[in-house]
């Protein structure tokens, strides 16, 4: 999997603290310690550091190199408390509130990041969805250049029956249910950032329809127009087709016939889904029918990097989210460098 191995290679490069909050499970035990046996990230563990041990000596892993923060007794957790009860205090939140909520191993977490203590979070393999995505949009917010956070999958397509090979952006796979043409508009623009950041390739897009440029007239087919324009105005020199068919997208062949004047010219590699029923299904028949690996989900639009684990993940799974977020980090830092 060349692209997934370029990811874990930027990693190495450059690897920056991440804050997990689910250290009592053994996958992400596993994951943390392999991660930063390989130089691929400084791994900060929160939670209860007795209970975190314990499961380390039951499952023969080692934790040297390994940091913790323990909500119990870490000496700037009235920091945390005090940043949290600033951030919500506008919803009611009261401090006292606020010291109960940022003892929650995956608040927490979320706390590390918004103050720079941890570059990226990484939970999921525990909490639900719900949990993940809402806590990481309460505390570290969303990214004022895309103002909605939504999800994606790196596909990875790399086995020698593969026609198509690579990775690929599938999104929105996950969160954002039905997406009128702005929302999709913004999900389109969040994943051409990840493309850029973890494919490590020029963006070339496809916004997917059962139309090809105009073949079909219906309201669904207007929205992916619409959202395509909209994409155009902010970035005016993106490749980028819209509306067109998943054919058209991926087959050069067949983007020469059907759209001859297409700038993608069937080599996509950011998919990007009408709404979450097309997405999903999508990525599964990929992933069930196809064969390709799928990472994820991953979280886009967000001010820092969060990422979401499907609760049945493996200790592989997480390592490679570990991965992402790190490279996902590393871009960030870039983009808010001054100068």
Not at 79 to 96: C, D, I
Not at 214 to 236: F, N
């Amino acid at each position: 999997m060349k692209a997934l191995h370029r990811i874990m290679d930027r990693a190495r490069e450059a690897p920056v603290r991440i804050a997990m909050s689910e250290g009592q499970d053994p996958r992400i035990l596993a994951a943390a310690v392999r991660a930063t046996r390989e130089g691929m990230a400084r791994i900060v563990l929160v939670g209860d550091r007795a209970s975190i041990a314990e499961t380390a000596r039951t499952q023969g892993l080692k934790l040297a190199g390994i940091d913790f923060h323990d909500p119990a007794d870490a000496s700037n957790q009235r920091e945390l408390a005090q940043a949290l009860y600033e951030l919500r205090r506008h919803k009611g939140l009261t401090m006292a509130q606020a010291e109960s909520s940022a003892r929650d191993p995956l608040v927490c977490a979320n706390l590390l990041v918004r103050l720079g203590l941890a570059a990226g979070t990484v939970s999921g393999a525990v909490r639900t969805s719900a949990d993940v995505v809402r806590t990481a949009i309460q505390v570290i917010g969303v990214n004022p250049d895309i103002t909605l956070v939504s999800s994606f999958f790196l596909m990875m397509l790399c086995e020698p029956f593969h026609s198509l090979k690579g990775g690929l952006i599938f999104s929105d796979c996950g969160l954002v249910v039905d997406p009128n043409a702005e929302e999709l508009s913004e999900i389109a623009l969040a994943a051409v950032d990840s493309a850029s950041t973890l494919l490590m390739e020029e963006p070339r897009v496809a916004m997917l329809s059962f139309s090809t440029n105009g073949s079909a007239k219906h309201a669904a087919v207007d929205k992916v127009v619409a959202a395509t324009e909209l994409v155009k105005i902010r970035r005016p020199g993106l490749c980028i087709d819209g509306d067109v068919q998943l054919d058209a997208a991926i087959v050069a062949s067949i983007a020469t016939r059907k759209a001859p004047e297409s700038r993608v010219k069937g080599r996509a590699n950011v998919l990007i889904f009408p709404n979450l029923e097309a997405g999903n299904i999508g990525y599964k028949l990929a992933e069930r029918i196809g064969g390709a690996v799928a990472i994820g989900p991953l979280l886009q639009g967000l001010a820092r990097p969060a990422n979401d684990l499907s609760r049945g993940c493996s200790t592989e799974d997480v390592f490679h989210v570990i991965a992402v977020t790190v490279v996902q980090a590393g871009y960030h830092a870039s983009r808010t460098r001054p100068g």
